[in-house]
């Protein structure tokens, strides 16, 4: 279940200031897999969607005016350029990005034993939640702050919503896809509300994307070291990332095919000089290529948190390094890949807030969303309801498509039944141990291998049973054709 990529390319629709507009405290309204449904078609899809292009089309490279098709002559937005003046506005944001930093200094980490994320990150949360308005007031365009509102109604109600929700979960002490997405709101809805003069197209969007996503993403990591935040709602090492997929989009962009403001968005090709995509598994390139481009940027930071082979860590991004048809074609597959991982997936929208700006009424000219695979894994309405409890399904839940390649289906296993008290506990034996009864291979709870490092996304979704890499290899599409065509399992990088 995905929802339909028809966005409106003429850009994101601002408010008419010169109207009273009713703000409202965003709900939850995505309770359930049938929500999401409802979601994928409705007005806050289709803003998300339409924001989301926007700005993916600002950062493809540029001919300049007059200069004809020659890529030796394209303007190139890297990272940490001087070529992107930041607008007052882009700058107070920044300050606002800058100020939650340095929050982080005055909050000590806790010394104390933990499992998993270390919890002075819900002190540096509460602190941001007190200092909250203060600092919207502060940072954000006076327009913004007090844009033209019905009584007993205020922009804050719903900035205040999406703007604390960018950071992490204090509860679950996590980051994931769904607060980047959150942030993506927030800065949505200061376009909404006329926060961004407007300029040349893709102008604005630039600075946004440049300006004030790097410097969120730069934030992020920088809390995810500091309070060691879980992923949140993580496919393990069958994500694509652990915590972000923004990066991705707009770093390919970068190194897409020049393009005029008025041309489409290209779906095949490269700049001119683009690395090979296959170079995200050499530390030492993505080291001097992360500080220009958020793509390797991102690479980077796995880089910084993870060890060992690439491949093994991060199978979904190696596999799609093998691409040959051009940056172009792996931006085009991570659209796709956002569309279906994190806007139609439950555990990453089911956090995601309503009001009036992000509003849950259904979109006039959106069509129903294809069912799928994934529609029949989202949980429902009825699916608490509907589950047996059984001590021995919860001992030996069925779990198919996960058998060793090696495994024998007529391999016999011992059984345990009737609980699992010891055979002395009671004094006598128990008559189960005694008597051990075969069952099928298939009720039996099987570890499954680790996967070889393959190097075509169609090899590894055939072999290993992964809704994400079916949905990589249908958003990238073909990877390296001789690769792909291989009939044998590709061989580890030192095989011989």
Request: hydrophobic fraction near 35%.
């Amino acid at each position: 279940m995905a929802g339909h990529l028809d966005v409106d390319h003429s850009g994101l629709d601002r408010l008419d200031g010169s109207v009273q507009h009713k703000f409202m405290v965003p709900v939850k309204k995505i309770n359930n897999g049938q929500d999401v449904t409802t979601f994928l078609v409705s007005r806050a899809y289709h803003d998300l969607m339409t924001f989301l292009m926007q700005l993916n089309k600002a950062m493809f490279p540029r001919h300049p005016e007059g200069s004809g098709p020659d890529q030796r002559t394209a303007q190139v937005f890297e990272t940490n350029t001087s070529d992107v003046m930041f607008s007052e506005t882009i700058l107070q944001l920044q300050g606002l990005i800058f100020t939650l930093g340095g929050i982080i200094d005055e909050v000590p980490l806790d010394t104390g034993p933990r499992r998993f994320g270390n919890a002075s990150f819900r002190r540096w949360h509460a602190l941001v939640a007190s200092r909250g308005d203060a600092m919207l007031h502060q940072f954000l365009p006076s327009n913004v702050v007090s844009f033209n509102h019905e009584p007993d109604s205020d922009p804050l109600l719903e900035l205040r919503a999406y703007f604390l929700g960018s950071f992490g979960s204090p509860q679950r002490l996590d980051y994931g896809t769904g607060h980047e997405l959150s942030f993506l709101a927030f800065i949505a809805c200061i376009w909404k509300l006329g926060g961004f003069a407007s300029s040349r197209p893709g102008s604005v969007e630039r600075e946004i994307v440049l300006g004030l996503i790097e410097p969120y993403l730069a934030l992020i990591r920088r809390l995810i070291l500091t309070y060691t935040l879980e992923p949140a709602g993580s496919h393990g090492v069958w994500g694509l990332d652990d915590h972000s997929f923004l990066p991705y989009v707009f770093g390919s962009a970068q190194y897409g095919p020049p393009i005029t403001d008025s041309d489409q968005v290209p779906t095949e090709g490269s700049l001119a000089g683009a690395p090979d995509p296959g170079s995200v598994t050499k530390a030492a390139f993505v080291e001097k290529e992360r500080k220009t481009n958020m793509y390797f940027g991102a690479i980077g930071f796995i880089y910084d948190v993870k060890k060992g082979p690439f491949w093994e860590h991060s199978p979904t991004l190696y596999d799609i390094s093998g691409v040959r048809a051009g940056w172009a074609k792996i931006n085009k597959g991570m659209i796709k890949m956002y569309n279906v991982e994190v806007l139609s997936k439950f555990p990453v929208v089911q956090h995601f807030p309503f009001g009036s700006l992000f509003s849950w009424d259904r979109n006039a000219n959106a069509s129903e969303p294809p069912t799928t695979v994934h529609s029949s894994s989202q949980p429902t309405r009825d699916s608490a309801a509907s589950v047996s409890i059984s001590s021995a399904s919860m001992r030996y839940p069925v779990q198919q498509g996960t058998q060793a390649p090696w495994a024998s289906s007529r391999m016999n296993h011992p059984e345990t039944t009737g609980g699992i008290q010891a055979p002395w506990a009671s004094g006598q034996p128990s008559s189960s141990a005694a008597n051990p009864r075969p069952v099928e291979p298939s009720s039996l709870p099987v570890r499954r291998a680790d996967p070889p490092p393959f190097r075509s996304m169609e090899t590894a979704a055939k072999r290993v049973n992964m809704p994400l890499m079916q949905s990589a290899s249908k958003a990238i599409g073909d990877t390296d054709s001789n690769v792909a065509s291989m009939a044998q399992p590709a061989k580890a990088p030192w095989a011989k």
